[in-house]
């Protein structure tokens, strides 16, 4: 063998051996088990894209003798059918319900899938209007980051929405309790399984990642849904985005920044202070930093939350 065909071996052998695993490879979904028969769905922290069919949140399930409780949808039908191939590799169980704790496309757009196998679609009834106001806009929105991805998908809200503000269900030997938050997004709402002292808390709890408060968001009741959640004592907590995690850290990630949000940047704001001057003193808030998306998010969540209370 010579020399330069030696070497030239050798460079591609380099090459490949350094060259990264396709990037654009499609997020598949998997499941890891919080405690006994009930599992989620850790959805990534970025953006919604083609590569996670917009399934950027967490999701969740109960493994019952009588089918599986499904807590939340995924924004499509192909996302849908990521999440009922993970469920899949759990249990061989049908999915007998899908419960929507909110009204963001990723928690209900994936809701005709499983009901054309079966599923019976269950929601507040304030969740069922809220997604009714804002299908068209969040298709739309949608096809954006999926484009031909989202084909096949058609927005379904559960056919008997829940009159009130809380529910309590029971499937297999076991129950959920369904409680109205209101706090991140017009709509939403949290699960408790008292059984397993676990709460999927659907976008009022963040970790790992920055709350985000949007025009449509409230601090004053998302602080007050969350201290409702604390009381409930659980165990163990399935954010809306980011790692399953104790009381402890939830608070430090997402409740201490509710009262961040309400005591200092709203107390600021009921004593009429310039809005530009707070949101440029408190811009750096060193105990929320370390958190995804803070440079991105931080002031605008800062001035929403002024504007709130100011209006007070």
């Known amino acids: 063998m010579n020399r330069p065909f030696l070497r030239g071996l050798l460079a591609t052998i380099v090459l490949v051996a350094v060259a990264p695993v396709d990037a654009h490879a499609e997020y598949q979904p998997k499941a890891e088990r919080v405690v006994d028969k009930v599992y989620t769905i850790v959805g990534p922290l970025g953006q919604r894209s083609k590569e996670n069919d917009g399934l950027n949140a967490n999701f969740g399930f109960v493994v019952t003798p009588k089918g599986v409780i499904l807590i939340d949808s995924g924004a499509s039908r192909l996302g849908a059918e990521k999440i009922e191939r993970a469920i899949r590799a759990v249990t061989d169980q049908p999915v007998r ?25 269950i929601a507040l009834r304030r969740t069922v209007a809220t997604q009714t106001e804002n299908a068209a806009r969040q298709m739309q929105g949608l096809e954006r980051f999926l484009g031909e991805r989202l084909a096949g998908t058609r927005p379904l809200s559960a056919g008997k929405p829940i009159d009130g503000d809380a529910a309590t269900l029971e499937l297999g030997g076991e129950t959920l309790r369904l409680h109205y938050t209101d706090a991140h997004f017009p709509g939403d709402a949290m699960i408790h399984l008292p059984k397993h002292a676990v709460v999927f808390t659907g976008d009022l709890v963040y970790i790992d990642r ?43 990630d997402t ?13 600021a704001a009921k004593e009429m ?16 930093r370390h ?22």
């Open 97 to 121: 319900w899908v419960v929507n704790t909110g009204s963001q496309d990723h928690r209900w757009l994936g809701n005709e899938h499983f009901a054309s196998r079966g599923a019976e679609v």
């Open 210 to 252: 920055i709350l985000g408060v949007m025009p449509e968001s409230s601090i004053a009741k998302g602080r007050q849904a969350f201290r409702a959640m604390a009381a409930l004592a659980p165990a163990h907590i399935v954010p809306g985005h980011g790692r399953v995690c104790d009381l402890a850290r939830a608070t430090r």
């Open 291 to 312: 958190l995804e998306n803070f440079d991105n998010l931080h002031r605008a969540n800062m001035n929403r939350a002024f504007t709130e209370f100011e209006a007070q």
């Open 255 to 267: 409740g201490d920044y509710y009262d961040f949000l309400a005591d200092t940047i709203g107390a």
């Open 273 to 288: 202070e310039s809005m530009d001057e707070v949101l440029t003193r408190y811009a750096d808030a060193p105990a929320f």
